[in-house]
């Protein structure tokens, strides 16, 4: 039991703690779970929860939903912390559920970073989640297939939380300003706008966003007409600029255009301040790294076949580890799309080629190039005089690939830049002996 003192009340909870929501309906995001319908609130509601594990980034609501399940369940509710407690506080705890159970009585465990626990500490639940003494809910960030034990694992359904969007944390912000049990007696103003700049630099993380705005209002000036929050004061509590920046406006277009000409430039400086400013204003890493992969293959394509393999590296690095430490993944493709020789012959061809093809939808395939896979297809010549390039000395044929009213069309024109210098010369060698050994089968 909690001991209480005379200072008890000196010290408020957070305000992350003061709103943290008591139903379904109070639960910001996770509308694919706890929507109308959807599996894991009808499970809720009907006080029919098994075992099962919640996975996904902090502060989008693992323990605030274990919470609110220890609200709606008849269960005995056990909040358990992988930090603090070891195996002997499991087994005490275990065998005090397995006597309830002979009662009759349901017991609920809910263990917050179970991913840290080791082996033996995970195993220690395994014979009384078999035998149904209790039911595992575990909260994690971790992937839970490398983090939880297979068997313990396979006894839980998981559940993945996804990240807030600026949206949810939007709203999130308001209640709490609103809210008597957050600020709503206190008369505190902000902008909207300062509201959404801070919803963007929480990056999906309901805690964070809620701690920077306690700290905003504690520290902003005091009036008659109540609490002026300014963007000095969020700028203060973050150790961050709010940098202008709209990811869903012209600002958020002009600066990847702006990193993406940059790079094209070989200008490793201004693509990192380019990058710097999308990242520090809340831009999602994953899209800057969608815009490298394109870039690797529209501005260097064959003149550097690494760059591709480099920025899907990149893309990779962001999905496992997010903001902000996926920043010098980004810094390093960054700069060796920057450093890397450019061709857009891929580009071009493409777009050429892509003209052709819309220009000329009805073009019919070759006969020799068809697959003949029933006997009418055979009799109607398909693959009739088909060349197996594999077969020859020279791993080469005459056979014309293009359709008929296309032949001699050329669409892929290499650079002598870096590695495409090769490709180049491959390229004019092949032509060559194709016109050596070209017939004119039309």
């Not at 009585?105 to 035998?131: C, G, M, S, Y």
């Not at 480099?310 to 430490?325: D, K, L």
Request: aromatic share 8%.
């Amino acid at each position: 039991m909690e001991q209480t003192s005379l200072f008890s009340k000196a010290v408020p909870e957070p305000l992350a703690a003061r709103i943290r929501p008591g139903t379904i309906e109070e639960i910001a995001g996770q509308e694919h779970l706890l929507g109308k319908g959807k599996v894991l609130r009808r499970l809720i509601e009907q006080d029919s929860i098994s075992s099962m594990i919640f996975w996904g980034p902090p502060g989008v609501g693992k323990t605030t939903l274990a919470g609110v399940i220890a609200k709606m369940t008849k269960a005995r509710f056990i909040n358990f912390s992988a930090v603090t407690s070891g195996i002997k506080e499991i087994r005490e705890v275990m065998k005090k559920a397995e006597s309830n159970r002979l009662y009759g009585e349901k017991t609920i465990v809910f263990v917050d970073e179970i991913h840290r626990f080791n082996k033996a500490q995970q195993d220690a639940f395994l014979p009384f989640v078999e035998k149904g003494s209790i039911i595992l809910i575990g909260a994690t960030t971790e992937n839970p297939s490398f983090e939880v034990n297979g068997a313990l694992l396979s006894r839980c359904k998981v559940f993945v939380l996804k990240a807030l969007t600026e949206d949810n944390i939007a709203g999130l912000l308001r209640r709490a300003l609103s809210d008597e049990r957050g600020f709503g007696g206190q008369k505190v103003r902000i902008a909207d706008e300062l509201l959404l700049k801070l919803a963007s630099f929480a990056n999906g993380d309901a805690r964070k966003a809620l701690s920077i705005l306690e700290m905003a209002v504690l520290n902003a000036q005091v009036g008659e007409d109540g609490i002026e929050v300014t963007g000095e004061n969020i700028e203060q509590c973050t150790s961050r600029k709010l940098l202008l920046y709209d990811k869903d406006g012209e600002e958020h277009y002009n600066i990847i255009s702006a990193l993406h000409k940059s790079m094209r430039n070989s200008d490793p400086d201004a693509a990192v301040y380019w990058l710097a400013r999308m990242l520090e204003g809340g831009e999602d890493p994953l899209y800057v790294a969608r815009r490298i992969t394109r870039f690797a293959s529209e501005d260097i394509g064959l003149a550097d076949p690494r760059a591709l393999e480099i920025a899907v590296a990149a893309y990779q690095a962001c999905h496992f580890i997010g903001m902000p430490e996926c920043t010098v993944h980004l810094t390093q493709a960054v700069v060796y799309m920057a450093l890397a020789p450019k061709s857009n012959a891929l580009y071009v061809a493409y777009g050429m080629a892509r003209k052709d093809a819309e220009e000329r939808q009805a073009e019919p395939v070759p006969l020799h190039l068809r697959n003949a896979v029933t006997k009418l297809m055979k009799e109607l010549d398909y693959g009739r005089d088909y060349q197996y390039a594999h077969d020859t000395a020279e791993k080469l044929t005459n056979m014309e690939c293009l359709p008929e009213d296309l032949r001699g069309r050329s669409y892929y024109h290499p650079t002598n830049e870096g590695l495409e210098g090769r490709f180049a010369q491959r390229l004019k060698d092949i032509k060559t002996w194709k016109g050596k050994h070209r017939k004119d089968t039309k």
